[in-house]
């Protein structure tokens, strides 16, 4: 359950509750519950981007090769932290402590990757047409392009995809290649 179980759902109650019920039918009584965090995410399954298209914006779809560069850079550290995860066996308390602080340091690695996906898919969802949309990915890409040289601050991509995740109809993006790197 551990190395070769993954899911996703976009109701957190139904992770937790997958992570319990496997829990109980694993017969893991002796492990922490945590013991499948790694693998068990909060999102929706529907929406997401690969990392070539969070590197990627504007209508022509080119690449910026530096921000490309930079997220493999990321990932690929991300994917060496999971790696370790996969590598433990949670057999005790120091064990899960191990794994979350590898868990914490993947969620650090994907942070640029998951806020920059976040606010590219929050311009297909701020236009009401192809038109608008284009439009706002233009000046999202722009937002993101400065970001990344130091020339912004992270506090307006942040309100953008605070506001794509919050709300009635808030919509938590699932990356798919960046949160399951060794699957993929």
């Given at each position: 359950a551990q190395r070769c179980l993954y899911g996703v759902d976009k109701n957190p109650f139904a992770v937790n509750?997958?992570?319990?019920?496997?829990w109980l039918v694993t017969l893991a009584k002796d492990l922490p519950f945590t013991f499948l965090d790694?693998?068990?995410?909060?999102?929706?399954?529907l929406v997401g981007l690969?990392?070539?298209?969070?590197?990627?914006?504007?209508?022509?779809?080119?690449?910026?090769?530096?921000?490309?560069?930079y997220l493999k850079e990321?990932?690929?550290?991300?994917?060496?932290?999971?790696?370790?995860?996969?590598?433990l066996d949670t057999r005790s308390d120091a064990d899960d402590d191990?794994?979350?602080?590898?868990?914490?340091?993947?969620?650090?690695?994907?942070?640029?990757?998951?806020?920059?996906?976040d606010v590219r898919i929050a311009a297909f969802f701020e236009g009401s047409n192809k038109k608008q949309r284009e439009e706002r990915e233009t000046e999202i890409a722009e937002l993101?392009?400065?970001w990344r040289y130091h020339q912004a601050d992270t506090e307006s991509l942040e309100e953008i995809a605070n506001r794509l995740r919050?709300?009635?109809?808030?919509?938590i993006p699932f990356n798919w290649d960046?949160?399951?790197?060794?699957v993929f």
């Open positions: 509750l997958a992570k319990l019920s496997l790694h693998a068990l995410k909060c999102g929706d399954s690969r990392k070539e298209q969070i590197g990627s914006f504007g209508k022509d779809a080119t690449y910026d090769l530096p921000l490309l560069a990321q990932l690929d550290r991300a994917r060496s932290y999971r790696a370790e995860i996969q590598a191990q794994k979350r602080d590898y868990l914490y340091k993947v969620e650090q690695e994907l942070y640029q990757a998951r806020l920059t996906g993101v392009r400065r919050s709300g009635d109809k808030g919509i960046i949160e399951f790197p060794e």
